[in-house]
């Protein structure tokens, strides 16, 4: 019998086009994986969980008296919220260093006015950390802020802050005021850098929670 020397060549074809194969099946998995990976993304989008997580970042807290005293007040509550994120960062025992207190940083003097106003009995500035009793007093200073400033938020944040005495001042330079007498200039750093905080926290609480669809 004649010897036949085995050949390898269909073999050989064999495997170049089993290669072949897994690069389609590799090209299609990745096209799927982007495909997929894309809708996933537009669905994140959908459940909307950029909003949550600046919703971290600018909570609701204290909702209840927030909501309470604004609406006594004629204030929105996204402002409200805005200021006691910006005064104490929710922290009812917050105390700064000229010794404003509680959520929304008030101090004795001021605080005592506001419960003469308001005819507040029995008041003691421990009272200040009780989260009911400072955003009621709170509310109502800021809201007469506004009511001096023509409902300006950005002069009354500056009163708030740096001191109506201090806003009086500026408003008579006329480098600070614009043709309307509108404070456009803070000369405190401070008090620049506060009212900026306020109203940028002011719209974020509006669009993630106010204006929410």
């Known amino acids: 019998m004649r010897n036949v020397r ?34 996933g993304y537009k669905a994140f989008q959908g459940f909307g969980i950029r909003n949550r997580i600046l919703q971290t970042r600018y909570p609701i807290r204290y909702q209840t008296e927030v909501e309470k005293y604004a609406e006594e007040f004629q204030l929105e509550p996204a402002l409200v919220y805005a200021v006691i994120r910006t ?13 404003a207190k509680g959520l929304m940083q008030l101090k004795e003097e001021t605080a005592f006015d506001c419960v003469r106003a308001l005819k507040i ?33 950005e002069t009354a944040a500056a009163a708030y802050n740096g001191g109506p005495g201090n806003v009086e001042k500026w408003l008579q330079d006329e480098a600070l005021v614009d043709e309307k007498g509108k404070l456009t200039k803070v000369p405190f750093a401070e008090t620049r850098n506060y009212v900026e905080n306020i109203v940028e926290s002011y719209q974020m609480y509006q669009k993630l929670y106010t204006n929410a669809e």
Not at 19 to 33: A, E, M, N, R, S
Not at 88 to 93: E, K, L, Q
């Open 6 to 39: 085995p050949t390898y060549k269909g073999r050989r074809r064999r495997q170049k086009g089993g290669c072949g194969g897994c690069l389609g099946k590799l090209l299609i998995l990745i096209f799927v994986f982007v495909v997929v990976g894309f809708l």
């Open 87 to 99: 005064e104490s960062g929710f922290d009812p025992y917050a105390v700064s260093s000229a010794g």
């Open 121 to 153: 009995n029995h008041f003691t500035v421990d009272d200040l950390f009780d989260p009911a009793v400072n955003i009621r007093l709170g509310c109502y200073y800021f809201s007469k802020l506004l009511k001096t400033y023509d409902g300006c938020i």
